[in-house]
Structures are given as structure tokens and as C-alpha cells.
């Protein structure tokens, strides 16, 4: 008698996904207790992109966590503390920062990473893992990412700034499973799938909406 064919299950840890902490929509700015790290990663077990993480979290107080979505030696995982949170996909970084932090974040710091200029202050925690959530989305499964920045010519030169609201970042984006589509989150354009050649040509594809 041959042997019986093996069956395949996958176990994976049930993140909590429901209305999440109680202070979630309460509570403002950055410093996230491990409750609201385990929403988000809820929120990213359940999305159409679930199939491209893992999900572990590091970090045993409040003082910050880090969300490993690609393995321990994955290049995407987020960051998760008082001044920032940061995304990293490839190489490439996204600070969303505290308003009061960018001045500290000189042109070195930032050297060839990516800062969100749009509010982080004055926005509840449940919005700011939002912006969180849709960087992910947009880098689950990334084969490839570069950007590139425009900035005003003085501040290539100087190195203390803290408005990055003129500087516009332009993140390319290249996966196997969707088709090309752009979105915006204040001075940040995500191009997926699309060729550099495309800034300058009329855009003619979906445009997912601004959440900047």
C-alpha cells in the first residue's frame, strides 16, 4: 500500500483586526503602544497584499517596534517610534516624521531617502498607521524601487531644514502582480509599474486617491 499524500497547511498568528485599541482614534501624534503595532499588522494580514508578508513584531515597550514583513533578512519592515516612522522597502526609506523632528532631519540625514511633508502632529494614530498601511501596499512584492527628488536648488546646499514641503519625490515601483497605477501622499508620488519616461507624457492610467 503507497503512502498517503502529504497535505499542506499554512499557521499563521490571527493579528487583531477590529476596531483596535480603544485611544486608537483618540490619541495624536507618534509613540504607539504594541496594541496599535498588532492593528496594523491586522489590517496587513487581511489586505490584498498579505500574500507577499510575514508578520513579526519586535519591540517589548512603548518606546518603539519594528514590524518585520519580509523575514528577519527581508528588505521591508517598518519602524515604529516617538519622532518617526519608516518604511523600508530595497534600499529606499519614508520617513513620516514628526513636524518638530523634520528640523532636525538635515540633508545628510536625508541624504537620498524620502520625507513626507504632509501633517503627522495633529493626526490620530489610527490615521497615521493609515499612511503607514499604504506604503506597505504599495511596496508588498516590490521586484524593484528607486526615486528621485526635486528640491530647490538652496537646499541641495544646506544642510538645516525642516520643510520639506518643496522638495517632491517621484518613488518608482516595479512588481509582478498589479498593473501600472500612481498615488499620492502629499510631496510623494508612488509610480507603480510605470517607466520614468512617463513624467513626461500626459498620464493616462488610475489615479488612487490622495491621502496626503
Request: hydrophobic share 35%; glycine share 10%.
Amino acid at each position: 500500500m503507497g503512502a498517503e499524500v502529504g497535505e499542506r497547511r499554512r499557521f499563521a498568528r490571527a493579528w487583531p483586526v477590529e476596531a483596535g485599541p480603544a485611544d486608537l482614534r483618540v490619541r495624536r501624534g507618534l509613540g504607539f503602544s504594541r496594541e496599535e503595532a498588532a492593528w496594523l499588522m491586522g489590517r496587513l494580514q487581511r489586505s490584498d497584499v498579505s500574500r507577499f508578508l510575514s508578520y513579526q513584531i519586535i519591540g517589548e515597550d512603548d518606546d518603539g517596534y519594528s514590524l518585520y514583513l519580509n523575514g528577519w533578512v527581508g528588505e521591508l519592515y517598518v519602524s515604529l517610534d516617538a519622532l518617526s516612522c519608516e518604511v523600508y522597502c530595497l534600499g529606499e526609506c519614508v520617513h513620516l516624521a514628526d513636524e518638530d523632528y523634520r528640523v532636525g532631519i538635515s540633508c545628510d540625514t536625508a541624504w537620498e531617502e524620502v520625507v513626507y511633508a504632509g501633517p503627522i502632529s495633529g493626526r490620530t494614530h489610527e490615521e497615521i498607521l493609515d499612511l503607514v498601511f499604504e506604503v506597505v501596499r504599495v511596496f508588498a512584492g516590490a521586484t524593484g524601487v528607486f526615486h528621485e527628488e526635486t528640491r530647490p536648488a538652496w537646499k541641495w546646499r544646506e544642510s538645516d531644514f525642516g520643510d520639506f514641503g518643496d522638495c517632491i519625490y517621484d518613488v518608482y515601483v516595479r512588481n509582478d502582480h498589479t498593473g501600472p497605477y500612481r498615488r499620492t501622499l502629499s510631496n510623494i508620488t508612488f509610480h507603480v509599474n510605470c517607466d520614468t519616461e512617463w513624467g513626461d507624457q500626459p498620464w493616462e492610467g488610475p489615479w488612487e486617491v490622495e491621502l496626503g
